[in-house]
Antibody
Framework: EVQLVESGGGLVQPGGSLRLSCAASGFTFSNFWMSWVRQAPGKGLEWVANIKVDGTEKYYVDSVKGRFTISRDNAKNSLCLQMDSLRAEDTAVYYC?????????WGQGTLVSVSS | EIVLTQSPGTLSLSPGDRATLSCRASQSVRNNILAWYRQKPGQAPRLLFYNASSRATGIPDRFSGSGSGTDFTLTISRLEPEDFAVYYCQQSGTSPLTFGQGTKVEIK
């Protein structure tokens, strides 16, 4: 069974940093692009970033470029999102998602709250 | 950026009814790379269709996806209780990947 389990969310002040992690199991992680998608409270879905199977290509939505960094460790079946210079508008549930263009498996999400 | 506009915003129907959801793109979606998702309250989204009309694994045939270019449709032939949820379309033909704002299907 495919499982994606996120961790690392929490409350952080504006300008602070958080590192999200995603533990993947039940599939060959190194064969799949991976992504992060977020959902602000009561709002719709927004793609944040994706990463190629070998980590050599990474893409970001403009609003997080230069602040967020996606990475992966295929040996550990893990995906990460380093989030720096956080803003109030980054407050959302962050989902770890399998796929780079179509998202066929989702984690349950981890909540990131940016507030003073 | 391709803007996806979903209509209606809310659809009020009864179990057993037919639901027709629309997703219109601000420009043509390359290769019709458009997906549909269903999100039940408190849950993560689930993929329903990709490439506009290819049904994802485990999705029942009461769901159908169609369309091309800028106009896409998700049809649910007979609503089951679990279908009352929010539905999103998403394009990945052009970066950045974008989602529609969602259509809520609620019980009338």
């Amino acid at each position: 069974e495919v499982q994606l389990v996120e961790s690392g969310g929490g409350l952080v002040q504006p300008g602070g940093s958080l590192r999200l992690s995603c533990a993947a199991s039940g599939f060959t992680f190194s064969n799949f692009w991976m992504s992060w998608v977020r959902q602000a409270p009561g709002k719709g879905l927004e793609w944040v970033a994706n990463i190629k199977v070998d980590g050599t290509e990474k893409y970001y939505v403009d609003s997080v470029k230069g602040r967020f960094t996606i990475s992966r460790d295929n040996a550990k079946n893990s995906l990460c999102l380093q989030m720096d210079s956080l803003r109030a508008e980054d407050t959302a549930v962050y989902y770890c998602v399998r796929g780079g263009s179509r998202f066929d498996r989702w984690g349950q999400g981890t909540l990131v709250s940016v507030s003073s | 950026e391709i803007v996806l506009t979903q209509s209606p915003g809310t659809l009020s129907l009864s179990p057993g009814d037919r639901a027709t959801l629309s997703c219109r793109a601000s420009q043509s979606v390359r290769n019709n790379i458009l997906a549909w998702y269903r999100q039940k309250p408190g849950q993560a989204p689930r993929l329903l269709f990709y490439n506009a009309s290819s049904r994802a694994t485990g999705i029942p045939d009461r769901f159908s996806g169609s369309g091309s270019g800028t106009d896409f449709t998700l049809t649910i032939s007979r609503l089951e209780p679990e279908d009352f949820a929010v539905y999103y379309c998403q394009q990945s033909g052009t970066s950045p990947l974008t989602f529609g704002q969602g259509t809520k299907v609620e019980i009338k």
